[in-house]
Nanobody, 128 residues
Framework: QVQLVESGGGLVQAGGSLRVSCAAS????????MGWFRQAPGKEREFVAA????????QYADSLQGRFTISRDNAKNTVYLQMNSLKPEDTAVYCC?????????????????????WGQGTQVTVSS
């Protein structure tokens, strides 16, 4: 089992930056592809970003490319999501996910069903 706990969410003005973190326990993080999904009120959960087990490869939702950066520190068992130039439409609950290593290379990193473990999420609110 893997437990994922997100932190770092909060209220930020449009144009600002925020970094959310995901601390894992139960197993070594390097065993997993990691990712972030988000869900805004009244909308479906959507893919944000994914990172392979070593941290050398990343993927992003097309609409977020260039503003968001996913990274990981396997020694600290932690994954990060740096969010810059935030917009009100980025307001959502951001959830950390963990899945098998191979989902990254098979192109299934953006599918909710690919991930075995989900955190509870952290709220990010961007004011206009």
């Amino acid at each position: 089992q893997v437990q994922l706990v997100e932190s770092g969410g909060g209220l930020v003005q449009a144009g600002g930056s925020l970094r959310v973190s995901c601390a894992a326990s139960g197993r070594t993080l390097s065993s997993f592809t990691m990712g972030w999904f988000r869900q805004a009120p009244g909308k479906e959960r959507e893919f944000v970003a994914a990172i392979n087990w070593s941290g050398h490869s990343t993927q992003y939702a097309d609409s977020l490319q260039g503003r968001f950066t996913i990274s990981r520190d396997n020694a600290k068992n932690t994954v990060y999501l740096q969010m810059n130039s935030l917009k009100p439409e980025d307001t959502a609950v951001y959830c950390c996910v963990a899945g098998k290593r191979e989902i990254f290379n098979t192109g299934r990193y953006d599918l909710r069903g690919s991930y075995d473990y989900w955190g509870q999420g952290t709220q990010v609110t961007v004011s206009s």
